[in-house]
């Protein structure tokens, strides 16, 4: 992967400033002067998931605390940018897995989150993505993540419907049964 801070380059502050022409707004007075530095200094934050590994996030397990037991992490915030018109979507994750031979450090499932959340995202494949690389990386008997999240492109532009949230899931595994399913949905609900 290519690393952001090598691609901000004179050129991409000259295209930001143009970018600030363009919608009519004087780049060079006061309050904008510094801004295509500003918003290159936000990229390497909000883009900086292409930087990270999740095989590097997911290294560390343990064999010691492996159980036959849902293990769910829920309202884990995450913020991302809609790749379809680069607005801020953001919300929760809601994540479970039942382990096989092996369980992960609690920090490492939000790590994993924004490996995936801090690039140009849709929230269908952000949910997939977590989903299928923890389940080809841990290999537990399943794994299922609920994404809630409010998508900047509906709120405050097009329809602009202000309340509207939108839930995405992934299921893998032993969750496919309704049973375990169930059972982790009412896990996050309380």
């Given at each position: 992967?290519?690393?952001?801070?090598?691609?901000?380059?004179?050129?991409?502050?000259?295209?930001?400033?143009?970018?600030?022409?363009?919608?009519?707004?004087?780049?060079?007075?006061?309050?904008?002067?510094?801004?295509?530095?500003?918003?290159?200094?936000?990229?390497?934050?909000?883009?900086?998931?292409?930087?990270?590994?999740?095989?590097?996030?997911?290294?560390?397990?343990?064999?010691?605390?492996?159980?036959?037991?849902?293990?769910?992490?829920?309202?884990?915030?995450?913020?991302?940018?809609?790749?379809?018109?680069?607005?801020?979507?953001?919300?929760?994750?809601?994540?479970?897995?039942?382990?096989?031979?092996?369980?992960?450090?609690?920090?490492?499932?939000p790590?994993?989150?924004?490996?995936?959340?801090?690039?140009?995202?849709?929230?269908?494949?952000?949910?997939?993505?977590?989903?299928?690389?923890?389940?080809?990386?841990?290999?537990?008997?399943?794994?299922?993540?609920?994404?809630?999240?409010?998508?900047?492109?509906?709120?405050?532009?097009?329809?602009?419907?202000?309340?509207?949230?939108?839930?995405?899931?992934?299921i893998?595994?032993?969750?496919?049964?309704?049973?375990?399913?169930?059972?982790?949905?009412?896990?996050?609900?309380?």
């Amino acid at each position: 992967m290519a690393d952001f801070n090598a691609n901000a380059t004179d050129t991409t502050l000259s295209l930001i400033h143009d970018i600030l022409k363009s919608i009519g707004e004087n780049p060079d007075r006061e309050g904008l002067k510094d801004t295509p530095k500003r918003v290159v200094n936000s990229w390497k934050e909000l883009y900086s998931g292409y930087n990270m590994n999740p095989e590097d996030v997911l290294s560390t397990t343990f064999m010691d605390g492996a159980c036959n037991e849902i293990v769910v992490l829920k309202d884990i915030e995450f913020y991302s940018t809609c790749e379809h018109h680069m607005l801020p979507f953001f919300g929760k994750v809601h994540f479970g897995y039942i382990p096989d031979k092996k369980v992960v450090g609690i920090s490492k499932i939000p790590r994993l989150i924004e490996v995936f959340a801090r690039r140009l995202q849709i929230q269908e494949r952000l949910t997939t993505q977590i989903a299928d690389t923890f389940e080809m990386l841990i290999q537990p008997k399943g794994v299922m993540v609920v994404i809630d999240a409010q998508h900047l492109c509906m709120i405050s532009r097009g329809i602009q419907k202000q309340n509207s949230v939108m839930t995405t899931s992934a299921i893998r595994g032993v969750f496919t049964k309704p049973e375990p399913r169930l059972e982790f949905m009412e896990l996050i609900r309380r």
